[in-house]
């Protein structure tokens, strides 16, 4: 079962309690990764096949997102994906899965990536406008991005050691969702891609 700490919050205090060193803020809201993966999927950033999405879960484990598949829009049925995927390690079962769950930490997750550079977003970032974050990334071949998907806390030291630079693009804390719209869509226009689709 995937716990959700809106309706199984008595099961995951019981996790807390076994583990009490587990960082519990980040634990229990697979609703965050829903919507990040439907801004993402739905980016024409990845219909021209330019962005690759992973999910990197508290206990190390990596979701890896075929960026052809077509999420559930209703949240149970996303959880009842999420369900199978645990239970058969990949959705559909067989060669070409449209998800796949393995073990990784987010590191060897970053070295597979071959980022040419690796920005974080974070409130303790700098501050800059997701338009200057954004032309940096485009500057480089092949940016990592990094978006927390959990409601408290912030990115391990760990975390942030893996990225050359960590912005934060407002005075305020926004969903997870909304700043990976911002940059997909800020991106998009460094490289002049909605021009790009709009003429094609």
């Given at each position: 079962?995937?716990?959700?700490?809106s309706?199984?919050?008595?099961?995951?205090?019981a996790?807390e309690a076994?583990?009490?060193?587990?960082?519990?803020?980040?634990?229990?809201?697979?609703?965050?990764?829903?919507?990040?993966l439907?801004?993402?999927?739905?980016?024409?950033?990845?219909r021209e096949?330019?962005?690759?999405?992973?999910?990197?879960?508290?206990?190390?484990?990596?979701?890896?997102v075929?960026?052809?598949?077509r999420?559930?829009?209703?949240?149970d049925?996303?959880?009842?994906?999420?369900?199978?995927?645990?239970?058969?390690n990949?959705?559909?079962?067989?060669?070409?899965?449209?998800?796949?769950i393995?073990e990784c930490?987010?590191?060897?997750?970053?070295?597979?990536s071959?980022?040419?550079?690796?920005?974080?977003?974070?409130?303790?970032?700098?501050?800059?406008?997701?338009?200057?974050?954004c032309?940096?990334m485009?500057?480089?071949?092949s940016?990592?991005?990094?978006i927390?998907?959990?409601?408290?806390?912030?990115?391990s030291?760990s975390?942030?050691?893996?990225?050359?630079h960590?912005?934060?693009i407002d005075?305020e804390?926004?969903?997870?969702?909304?700043?990976a719209?911002?940059?997909?869509?800020e991106?998009?226009?460094?490289?002049?891609l909605?021009?790009?689709?709009l003429?094609?």
């Amino acid at each position: 079962m995937i716990l959700d700490r809106s309706f199984h919050h008595s099961a995951i205090r019981a996790v807390e309690a076994r583990d009490p060193s587990e960082d519990f803020l980040k634990r229990g809201r697979p609703d965050i990764a829903f919507h990040v993966l439907l801004q993402a999927l739905g980016s024409p950033l990845n219909r021209e096949e330019l962005l690759r999405t992973y999910v990197h879960t508290v206990d190390d484990k990596v979701i890896d997102v075929d960026p052809q598949i077509r999420l559930p829009r209703n949240y149970d049925r996303f959880i009842g994906l999420l369900e199978q995927l645990y239970e058969k390690n990949s959705v559909p079962p067989g060669e070409q899965p449209l998800l796949r769950i393995r073990e990784c930490t987010l590191q060897k997750l970053v070295r597979e990536s071959g980022a040419s550079a690796v920005v974080a977003f974070s409130t303790v970032g700098k501050p800059a406008s997701a338009k200057e974050a954004c032309s940096l990334m485009v500057e480089t071949d092949s940016p990592t991005v990094l978006i927390g998907g959990f409601a408290h806390s912030h990115f391990s030291q760990s975390t942030v050691q893996l990225a050359d630079h960590v912005f934060s693009i407002d005075k305020e804390p926004l969903d997870a969702w909304v700043v990976a719209a911002r940059i997909i869509y800020e991106y998009e226009c460094g490289i002049h891609l909605p021009q790009r689709r709009l003429q094609g």
